[in-house]
């Protein structure tokens, strides 16, 4: 059965462009949305544009989605040569991605931050084609607002937020997008996949691909306090794991388990943890929400994710240590925290903030704009 028979039937194919990147934190839930959107429709076309060097094209190609890399460039607010030669990329940018979407012909353009999305954006809009942008974090990011005047709507989990893009008319706030593997996890998975004790409760401490080495140092004079009553699984994250692994040659422990990245099974893994030590930014959050997980924040210093933790603080839905702190006073701070830590209960509340639901109210959102009802 072709294109044409599905559109006999009633059923016209669905073309989503996305793009975004720089991290896994906005590259997840794309992928997710994508999920869904195949769970639903027979006939979906997909293509994702990002940048030539980011995490988020090996994440892609996991994945059955084509990827294009386009160029890109970066507004700085601070003194580099990078700022002279970066608006040609985004030149360069802009016009590839004008010919990518003449090619591809989507009928909606969803894009989740990065510099990279923001020349795809204005393409968007001059062929007429509707964009979306997913705002997870609390705080705008400076491409999701250079998007917003060229942006039909705006996606996002906070009220807050929403109210931060007043030129964007269409606005939803909707529950985390999470993939499958998330809602469907199943703890015992996790015990075969990565050899864990099935009685011993768990501690997953994981940084991200940005954030890895500052936290992994942090927690590092913490982790054979943490072993007398845990086993650990450490994501140490690809790009700082060489030197990590160097730092802890002399330190092993049958219960700790450091690891680069999971790429399969991080569902199962965090169905699994009793607590989670983390960034803030919202990806993993969300996941964390969906599963209920007691969780630590340690935001990434000087970024958007200490507003994000001080978000989910106020709301009694996680606990938030700074980095500093976990470093010089990390297992006096553990005790105190520990001693009096009711379990469950920030996972729960952490549920009731960021509720279920999510994905599937963005691809009906998707279809609505999309005219795939």
Do not use: C
């Amino acid at each position: 059965m072709n294109e044409n028979d599905f559109q006999i039937l009633g059923e016209r194919p669905v073309r989503v462009l996305f793009t975004g990147g720089g991290s896994g934190g906005p590259t997840l839930p794309l992928l997710a949305l994508a999920e869904e959107i195949s769970q639903q429709r027979k006939v979906t076309h997909f293509l994702f544009l990002g940048s030539k060097n980011g995490p988020e094209r090996e994440m892609v190609e996991q994945t059955e989605i084509p990827f294009v890399a386009i160029p890109s460039g970066k507004v700085r607010r601070y003194w580099s040569w990078h700022n002279f030669i970066d608006p040609f990329f985004v030149l360069g940018g802009g016009l590839m991605s004008l010919a990518v979407l003449l090619i591809f012909r989507p009928q909606i353009v969803v894009s989740a931050g990065s510099f990279v999305s923001v020349p795809v954006a204005y393409a968007a809009w001059i062929l007429r084609i509707p964009h979306v942008i997913l705002q997870m974090d609390v705080l705008p990011g400076l491409a999701n607002r250079m998007m917003a005047p060229v942006s039909k709507a705006l996606v996002a989990y906070f009220e807050k937020t929403a109210k931060k893009f007043p030129s964007i008319s269409f606005k939803k706030v909707i529950g985390p997008v999470v993939r499958q593997e998330i809602s469907s996890a199943n703890a015992k998975f996790a015990n075969e996949r990565f050899g864990l004790h099935p009685e011993l409760p768990l501690i997953l401490i994981t940084g991200g691909g940005q954030g890895a080495a500052g936290l992994n140092r942090a927690v590092l004079p913490l982790l054979k306090h943490l072993l007398k009553n845990f086993q650990v699984v450490h994501l140490t994250g690809s790009g700082a794991a060489k030197s990590f692994v160097q730092e802890t040659s002399v330190f092993s422990h049958q219960h700790y388990h450091p690891l680069e990245v999971v790429y399969e099974g991080m569902g199962d893994l965090i169905a699994k943890s009793e607590i989670v030590l983390t960034r803030a930014g919202m990806g993993i959050l969300g996941e964390l929400a969906v599963l209920q997980k007691d969780t630590v924040l340690i935001p990434l210093p000087g970024t958007h994710q200490e507003e994000n933790a001080l978000l989910i603080k106020e709301n009694n839905a996680a606990e938030y240590v700074s980095q500093q702190v976990l470093s010089t006073e990390g297992i006096n701070w553990w005790d105190n925290f520990f001693e009096k830590r009711v379990p469950g209960e920030m996972g729960k509340k952490l549920h009731k903030l960021l509720p279920d639901g999510g994905t599937k109210d963005f691809v009906k959102l998707v279809f609505d704009l999309s005219g795939k009802v």
